[in-house]
């Protein structure tokens, strides 16, 4: 088994969900020493699903910016540093982790995980969530794929299951999917089939246009157009578009109109359970054809969906349809078929 897949198994076993923002609030009162020896626990829990498994705690490492030193098969070395809510509360709590990361290419690691414990908000009414996301967002722009980031949302989840085993078979299907993420695209990016709208009746009667035949012709003229950019993109590319779409909001106060849906990328990256710098290549893809790019705003990046070459905001006016009518958007983005609009 390569380097790679043991890897991938190991991510997968802290693949267990995302928690709210209150339920972050189990890691309050809890120390660095009882984090890490949940983690070592968790892990030997899962052990027979990783390989053989060797773990070293920090006490014997002398930190140089790990906790956690967890060998598979003899050939993997994974690092794993915890973040507790003490460590979080620190003025310096980005510059120790950035210090940590550096010092852990000492131990010559295949891969270095970090795990941030803390609560968003405690119970104090102190709110966290900013300094966290602006730490990952800023190490989300680090090029290398040798880091991968826990945040308080997932990490919660961990401490959550922490005595409760992942079933074999949710374990297999998560793997699965990881190594089919892995598979290089189809040769061609243009799909074999999709189906193009005739009349747009159905979105001109349930977003009540209520425009003529002629005016419903030449905003047609909008959606084939769009129907040919998807047509473009591998359909792993436009799933991605969709589930970002499904999770974005309009900002408020309304912007200029091609930038008014965003999501969170940090949101996208845990819901999809997707490496960053993957998500990252795949909005830049989206970017070249006119349909999302990346921004920050006040230290948090987000996903904003554009409109591709029309000039007014055509992806914002599917997603209404699709909620009024009760459509899966993934008929229209993914599977090609704006016959459900007509």
């Not at 912007?255 to 993957?278: A, G």
């Not at 795949?282 to 029309?310: F, H, M, P, R």
Request: glycine share 4%; proline share 3%; charged share 25%.
């Amino acid at each position: 088994m390569s380097k790679q897949e043991l890897i991938m198994r190991f991510s997968t076993i802290f693949n267990r969900g995302i928690a709210t923002e209150e339920e972050t609030k189990i890691f309050e009162g809890m120390s660095h020493e009882q984090l890490v020896e949940t983690f070592i626990n968790y892990i030997n829990l899962h052990s027979d699903l990783l390989g053989t498994v060797h773990i070293e705690s920090s006490q014997a490492l002398n930190d140089h910016g790990v906790d956690i030193i967890v060998t598979i098969n003899e050939e993997c070395k994974i690092g794993i540093q915890i973040k507790s809510p003490f460590d979080v509360s620190e003025d310096n709590f980005a510059q120790n982790v950035k210090r940590q990361l550096t010092e852990s290419f000492a131990h010559n690691l295949d891969k270095w995980y970090l795990f941030i414990c803390s609560p968003l908000i405690t119970n104090t009414g102190i709110n966290y969530t900013q300094r966290i996301n602006h730490l990952i967002n800023e190490l989300s722009l680090y090029n290398t794929n040798y880091h991968c980031v826990f945040g308080p949302l997932s990490s919660a989840q961990i401490i959550k299951y922490q005595t409760t085993k992942m079933p074999e078979n949710d374990f297999n299907l998560i793997v699965k999917r990881y190594l089919k993420q892995d598979e290089p695209d189809e040769i061609t990016y243009v799909p074999q089939s999709y189906k193009a709208s005739n009349s747009l009746s159905k979105i001109n009667s349930v977003l009540g246009w209520n425009h003529s035949e002629d005016e419903l012709k030449i905003t047609k003229e909008y959606f084939d157009q769009l129907l040919q950019t998807l047509t473009l993109l591998p359909k792993k590319t436009r799933q991605i578009f969709t589930e970002t779409l499904k999770r974005s909001e309009r900002r408020l106060p309304y912007q200029t109109i091609q930038t008014n849906l965003r999501t969170p990328l940090y949101e996208v990256e845990t819901c999809l359970r997707i490496d960053r710098t993957n998500l990252i290549e795949e909005i830049n893809l989206l970017n070249k054809y006119g349909l999302a790019y990346i921004e920050e705003d006040e230290g948090i990046l987000y996903i904003c969906i554009t409109d591709g070459n029309a000039d007014w905001d055509i992806i914002y006016t599917i997603k209404e349809f699709c909620n009024k009518a009760n459509i899966n958007p993934e008929i229209i983005f993914v599977e090609l078929d704006f016959s459900v609009l007509d």
